[in-house]
């Protein structure tokens, strides 16, 4: 799952994927701001057949919290 998840984000947010760790911070290591949140949570939703809350999407601090995220909907 966290190859897939990283996938999406090198795609939704054009950054390289070298740089992508489970353990990866959102906003400080891979510099998503709230409007990065909200593109990528849309090409998550679309990727992985699955809807994110608004709430969801504000708990996300780091990958390893979207991979988790990822796995309890599906």
């Known amino acids: 799952m966290f ?11 054009n950054i390289d994927g070298g740089d992508i760790k489970l353990e990866s911070n959102l906003k400080d290591d891979l510099g998503i701001d709230s409007l990065a949140a909200v593109e990528l949570s849309l090409d998550l939703e679309t990727e992985f057949d699955v809807e994110i809350s608004d709430e969801e999407l504000a708990a ?14 599906q």
């Open 3 to 13: 190859e897939q998840v990283k996938d999406a984000l090198v795609e939704s947010l």
């Open 60 to 73: 996300l601090v780091s990958v390893e919290d979207i991979v988790k995220l990822i796995e309890s909907k």
